[in-house]
């Protein structure tokens, strides 16, 4: 199985920062990489797949970079609606795996 | 607008049978990958397989096989996990998500239904 890593495991970050986290998957997997957020008591969202794409609807605040083992998602300017837990997971072979999880909360 | 709505929460003693279901609306059904995720209390998400209802081809992992079945009713447009005999360990929040499309490229979950909360508890 691709396991995955992501840093820091969480962050204290202020409205209006710039925030970046970090996905490692233990082996290359081309750009088959998703980002979710999710908030507490709610069902994950998708933001970001094949690495850099936005799903429809996320607004461009959002982007993601990488390719083979490392891969970022940054948050331009963190609005407080935007505090949650983000995780990354790799498609490019079975069993699909998740990172353990980000939680950005306020500072 | 692609849907994908789950059956309510249960509360069950260890050793019953469950069957949690998950009805897709605004797409055809039979054409899109659904997965189901787990979450237990606190932690992260995990990825326990998925099945394309246009021919109940499964997929599952590792750490699920043989402890789940998943299933399909695509004249229902329903997706199915179930239990035969629940374990204490098995409390936890379950999500299904529909994959957004065949192959691997596309293996990467686009739509979430809402969760359904399992508890096992004697």
């Known amino acids: ?107 | 607008e692609v849907q994908l709505v789950q059956s309510g929460a249960e509360v069950k003693k260890p050793g019953e049978s469950l069957k949690i279901s998950c009805k897709g609306s605004g797409y055809s059904f039979t054409s899109y990958w659904i997965g189901w995720v787990r979450q237990m209390p606190g932690k992260g998400l995990e990825w326990m397989g998925i099945i394309y209802p246009g021919d109940s081809d499964t997929r599952y992992s590792p750490s699920f096989q043989g402890q789940v079945t998943i299933s399909a009713d695509k004249s229902i447009s329903t997706a199915y996990l179930q239990w035969s005999s629940l374990k204490a360990s098995d409390t936890a929040m379950y999500y299904c998500a529909r994959l957004a499309g065949a192959g691997i490229a596309a293996a990467h979950f686009d739509y979430w239904g809402q969760g359904t909360l399992v508890t096992v508890s004697s």
């Open chain 1, 1 to 107: 199985d691709i396991q995955m890593t992501q840093s820091p495991s969480s962050l204290s970050a202020s409205v209006g920062d710039r925030v970046t986290i970090t996905c490692r998957a233990s082996q290359g997997i081309s750009n088959y990489l998703a980002w979710f957020q999710q908030k507490p008591g709610k069902a994950p969202k998708s933001l970001i797949y094949a690495a850099s794409s936005l799903q429809s609807g996320v607004p461009s605040k959002f982007s993601g970079s990488g390719s083979g083992t490392d891969f970022t998602l940054t948050i331009s300017s963190l609005q407080p609606e935007d505090f949650a837990t983000y995780y990354c997971q790799q498609y490019n072979s079975y069993p699909l795996t998740f990172g353990p999880g980000t939680k950005v909360d306020i500072k």
